[in-house]
């Protein structure tokens, strides 16, 4: 292998090198600036001295590293289209809009009745799945895993 060979090949190198270590700096600058909220759905209740009704809760970690204005919070229904928000929810840690800040975390929370209630109201019916939501000022929709929902059962529940 000639000098001028080796020279090539450690110039390729020093080139791949250069560009892989491009690409992680603009990824972790994108990162940096990128809201990234995290979203859990979960049952519950709240305890104000005593147990209070069973809940529907929804919690958003803003696990970036800038803090994310949260203007909404809700339910987004199986059609993918249709929304149950919590305007007014039973249960909450802060109101909207709220700055939520770097690695901290806030929380909705509805009773379950109420959530069967107003999905009665408007037409449905059995067992459904529900995607917990928080919505920022940029509109970025942050999503939970689907949880299902037993409507009838739930109003069965309220009496």
């Not at 009704?53 to 970690?61: D, E, H, M, V």
């Amino acid at each position: 292998m000639s000098v001028e060979q080796i020279l090539g090949v450690i110039v390729a190198a020093v080139a791949v090198y250069g560009a892989g270590l491009s690409t992680v700096t603009f990824r972790a600058q994108r990162r940096e600036r990128r809201a990234i909220v995290k979203v859990q759905t979960s049952n519950g209740f709240a305890v104000w001295g005593q147990r209070g009704n069973p809940q529907l809760q929804i919690t958003a970690t803003n696990a970036g590293e800038r803090p994310v204005v949260i203007e909404a919070a809700g339910f987004k229904l199986p059609n993918g289209q249709d929304t149950l928000a919590l305007i007014n929810p039973t249960t909450s840690t802060m109101q909207f809009p709220h700055q939520l800040a770097p690695h901290h975390n806030c929380l909705v929370a509805e009773d379950m009745a109420e959530i069967a209630g107003s999905l009665a109201q408007a037409g449905h019916r059995g067992r459904i799945k529900l995607v917990g939501f928080f919505r920022d000022q940029d509109g970025n929709v942050f999503r939970a895993k689907p949880c299902d929902f037993d409507i009838e059962g739930w109003l069965r529940q309220a009496g």
